[in-house]
C-alpha cells in the first residue's frame, strides 16, 4: 500500500493549532527513524530524561510530598546531606545530626515551597545503595531530528544512592514549587529528571528538572493539576481523548476517558471509597460498551454508520505508553482509565469520515480528537459550539490492498502449439501419400505437404496449449523464494478484511482448496501479534526471505521448504504508533494447482520479537 504525504481534515482546530500538526507528523517521524532497524518503538518520551544520571520521583499526598532521589556517584559530593553516617565516615566527612542536614538539605539542595511562602522542613526516611532501576528505551544514541543532539545512553555506572525524603505542610496549598541545587546562574547544577505523580496519577511524564517548576494543584482531580511550564506535562494530558482511525476495511473510533467522567454519564454506580475487583470490572465494562453504542454518530460517505463491535477495557497509563490491565488487580476507581472501541467495517478507503461527539459537561467543554490514516496524524478538537469532525480522503496515490494470484513459472510447463502439431500431422500425411502416389498424384500430395509444414512453421506462437511439465524438477531456489513472499505478501493483504465472507475469499486465491481453515490460523499467527501491554499489530512490509531444504511433497506437485523472513509489526491504539521489527521461521508447503502456486501447510511457526 503506498500513498503521497499529503491528506486532509475539516476541522476546529484548538490553540497553537498552526504547530500541531507539523509537531504531530515530527513525531511519527522520530517514531518511525528507530521502528526499522533492530529498535522497537511504542510512544517515547523525545526528552530521555529518565536516562539522566540523577532521577527524582515525586508523589504529593494530602499531608506531605513524598521524594524519592537516586543520584549518581559524581552527584553525592553535592548531596552529602543524604549519606548516611557510615557512608560519611568512608569519604572522610564528619557524622552531623541528621536535622541539622536535612534543614540545609531542604533550604538549599532540593527545595519544595508551598504557595510561595517558606520552604517545607524535610524529613529523612533512609537512604542505602542500590542498582539504578532500569528504564530501557530504544532511542538510547538515537540523534533527534530537531535539535539534532544524541539522545543520552544509560549512565555506565549502575550504582545508586537511594534516598526517600518527605516535605509535610499543614494544610493543602495551591501550589508547588520544586527548586533544585542551582548554579550561579539560577540553572540546575545536577542533571535531574524529574517525574511527578497525584493519587496515582502522573501530572507529567519524564522532564528535565533544569530550575524552580511550579505545579499548580487541583486537589478534588488531579487530571487537572498542571504545571505553570507548558513544557511540562504528560502525553495523555486531557481526562477524555478521542482517536479516529481510517483504514482501508475499517473506520475505528476509540474513546480514552476515566471511570469518573463514564459515572457522571452513563450513571455507573460505583463505590469511591472501594477498590474495584474483578467482578466488577467486568459489569463497568459492559455498562461502557452498552452506553457507547449509541453515542457519538459516526457518518461514514454520507450514510450514517452502525458500529459492528464495541469493545471496553481497562487501561493502565504508563511511562512506556497505554498498557490493557489483564490480569485481575484491583483498581482505585479514583484514577481508573478505560478505553472504549467502536468499529466500522468498510468495503474500501471512504472518502469522507464524520464523527459527531455528543459528551460534554459543565468541566469538559472541549475534547481531543486525532484522526489517523495511512499518512499520519490530524489533532484537532471537539467543542460544545462545534461538535463535528470531518476527516476528507486527500491521499493523492494510494493503492487498495489486494490479493494476487502467484503463477507458476514457464520453466515448470510445457508448452504446445496445438495447430503446428495439426498442421505438421497433416504434411506427414501428404509427404507419405506423395511417396505411394502416382506423378500427378504425387505432385499434388508433395505440394499439399509444402503447403502444410509452412502452415505448422507459421503458427508456432498461436493457439498454445500449456501443460503441466510431468519431467519437471523441483522448482529453483528464486521461484520457490518468490511464491513463499508472495504468499505471506497476499496473507498481510487478505487480514485487512474484517467481514468472514470477503476474508475467505482473499485467503482461496493463494491457498489451496479445502484446507484454508487449517492453515488460517498459523497464517493469524504470523500476520496478527501481540504486543507487550495487550496491544496487536498487522504485519507488513515482508523482506529477507530466505529458504532452505528445498524437497518434493509425498502427494502433489509441488515442495516444502524452510522459510525465514523478517518484517515490520505496526499497531495504533490509543494515539500510540507501536513498531516491532520480527523475525519468524516456519516449515512451508506450497503445491502447483491450475498453473498458481497455492499455500498448503504451514507448520512450526516461530516468531521472535527483537527487542
Not at 42 to 67: C, G, M, Q, Y
Not at 72 to 91: A, Y
Not at 368 to 376: M, Y
Not at 473 to 486: D, F, H, K, M, V
Request: with cysteine.
Amino acid at each position: 500500500m503506498t500513498c503521497a504525504w499529503m491528506n486532509g481534515v475539516t476541522v476546529h482546530l484548538p490553540r497553537s493549532a498552526t504547530r500541531l500538526p507539523v509537531a504531530a507528523l515530527l513525531t511519527v517521524f522520530w517514531i518511525a527513524l528507530f521502528g526499522g532497524g533492530q529498535a522497537s518503538a511504542d510512544w517515547i518520551n523525545l526528552t530521555s530524561a529518565e536516562k539522566l544520571p540523577n532521577i527524582a520521583e515525586i508523589t504529593v499526598r494530602e499531608d506531605r510530598v513524598h521524594l524519592v532521589l537516586q543520584l549518581s556517584e559524581d552527584s553525592l559530593d553535592m548531596m552529602d546531606e543524604l549519606l548516611s553516617d557510615d557512608m560519611r565516615r568512608e569519604r572522610g566527612i564528619e557524622p552531623e545530626p541528621i536535622e541539622q542536614r536535612m534543614e540545609r538539605f531542604a533550604r538549599d539542595k532540593f527545595q519544595i515551597v508551598a504557595d510561595s511562602a517558606d520552604a517545607l522542613t524535610a524529613t529523612w526516611r533512609f537512604s542505602e545503595p542500590r542498582a539504578r532501576k532500569d528504564r530501557s528505551s530504544p532511542v538510547n544514541g538515537v540523534v533527534h531530528p530537531l535539535t539534532r543532539q544524541k539522545a543520552p545512553e544509560p549512565p555506565d555506572n549502575s550504582r545508586v544512592l537511594h534516598a526517600e525524603i518527605d516535605y509535610f505542610f499543614e494544610q493543602r496549598p495551591n501550589t508547588l514549587t520544586f527548586i533544585p541545587p542551582l548554579d550561579d546562574s539560577g540553572r540546575a547544577a545536577l542533571d535531574i529528571g524529574f517525574i511527578v505523580f497525584q493519587k496515582g496519577v502522573p501530572v507529567i511524564d519524564f522532564r528535565r528538572l533544569t530550575g524552580p517548576a511550579t505545579l499548580m494543584i487541583n486537589w478534588e482531580d488531579p487530571w487537572y493539576s498542571a504545571f505553570e511550564n507548558p513544557s511540562l506535562t504528560r502525553h495523555h494530558r486531557w481526562p477524555i481523548m478521542s482517536f479516529i482511525y481510517v483504514e482501508p476495511r475499517e473506520v475505528r473510533h476509540e474513546v480514552m476517558l476515566r471511570l469518573q467522567d463514564l459515572q457522571d454519564w452513563a450513571g455507573v454506580n460505583i463505590d469511591g471509597n472501594a477498590r474495584i475487583t474483578e467482578d466488577g470490572r467486568s459489569r463497568i465494562l459492559e455498562a461502557a460498551s452498552r452506553f457507547f453504542e449509541d453515542k457519538n454518530p459516526v457518518i461514514i460517505d454520507g450514510t450514517p454508520a452502525e458500529p459492528a463491535t464495541v469493545f471496553s477495557e481497562f487501561l493502565d497509563l504508563t511511562l512506556a505508553g497505554v498498557q490493557v490491565i489483564g490480569d485481575d488487580r484491583t483498581l482505585d476507581p479514583a484514577t481508573a482509565v478505560l478505553g472504549v472501541t467502536l468499529s466500522y467495517p468498510v468495503g474500501q478507503m471512504p472518502e469522507e469520515v464524520t464523527t459527531i461527539w455528543q459528551l460534554f459537561s459543565d468541566r469538559i467543554e472541549t475534547v481531543p480528537v486525532t484522526s489517523i490514516d495511512p499518512v499520519g496524524p490530524f489533532p484537532s478538537e471537539f467543542g460544545v459550539t462545534y461538535p463535528s469532525h470531518t476527516w476528507t480522503n486527500r491521499l493523492l496515490r494510494y493503492e487498495e490492498p489486494g490479493v494476487a494470484t502467484v503463477p507458476v513459472t514457464d520453466q515448470r510447463a510445457m508448452k504446445l502449439p496445438l495447430l503446428t502439431i495439426v498442421l505438421a500431422v497433416f504434411a506427414l500425411n501428404a509427404a507419405a501419400f506423395a511417396l505411394k502416389a502416382s506423378k500427378w498424384a504425387r505432385f499434388i500430395g508433395f505440394a499439399a505437404a509444402l503447403i502444410f509444414a509452412t502452415g505448422a512453421a507459421a503458427t508456432t506462437d498461436r493457439f498454445i496449449a500449456t501443460l503441466p511439465n510431468p519431467f519437471a524438477n523441483l522448482p529453483g531456489e528464486n521461484e520457490a523464494q518468490n511464491a513463499i513472499r508472495s504468499v505471506f505478501e497476499n496473507a498481510n493483504a487478505a487480514f485487512y478484511e474484517i467481514k468472514d465472507k470477503e476474508f475467505d475469499a482473499e485467503l482461496s486465491k493463494f491457498v489451496a482448496e479445502g484446507l484454508a481453515q487449517i492453515v488460517s490460523i498459523e497464517l493469524e499467527r504470523a500476520n496478527r501479534i501481540e504486543l507487550p501491554g495487550g496491544m496487536t499489530a498487522r504485519v507488513g512490509d515482508i523482506r529477507d526471505v530466505k529458504i532452505t531444504e528445498i524437497r518434493p511433497l509425498d502427494a502433489g506437485r509441488g515442495f516444502s521448504a524452510l522459510a525465514q523472513w523478517s518484517a515490520e509489526a505496526v499497531g495504533q491504539h490509543w494515539g500510540y504508533l507501536h513498531l516491532k521489527d520480527l523475525d519468524l521461521q516456519a516449515r512451508v508447503e506450497m503445491i502447483e494447482d491450475d498453473r498458481v502456486w497455492r499455500l498448503a501447510g504451514l507448520t512450526n511457526l516461530t516468531i521472535e520479537i527483537r527487542e
